[in-house]
């Protein structure tokens, strides 16, 4: 290979890189908001159900709510960063942020018990 295609291979690869970093943040925006639905509807079901813990299951779906519209802004973020390490910081938080509404959707879901 001549030093011009080893120069637009890199190029290319750094470019299918920095374009990964929003579509994980999405993806993890996506499963966030899941978690949030999930967890809404275990929040539903105890307070229909007449669970005592009917409150703890809707603060808990409130906080996977809370999350999921953080990974939203983050991956809207990624999206419009203008560098790679921008980028990676915004997916990262997106990510962050999906863990958080899964951890919440399943103590809304115990909650429920």
Do not use: F, R, V, Y
């Amino acid at each position: 290979m001549s030093i011009n295609k080893l120069l637009i291979a890199g190029a290319l690869a750094l470019a299918l890189a920095a374009c990964s970093k929003p579509e994980q943040a999405q993806d993890a925006a996506a499963s966030a908001n899941e978690a949030a639905a999930d967890a809404q509807t275990a929040a539903d079901q105890a307070a229909a159900s007449g669970a005592q813990t009917a409150d703890a299951a809707q603060a808990a779906a409130d906080t996977a709510a809370t999350a999921a519209d953080t990974a939203a802004d983050a991956a809207s973020s990624a999206t419009g960063a203008a560098t790679d390490a921008a980028a990676s910081q915004a997916a990262d938080a997106a990510k962050a942020a999906e863990g958080t509404a899964e951890q919440a959707k399943d103590a809304a879901e115990e909650a429920k018990k």
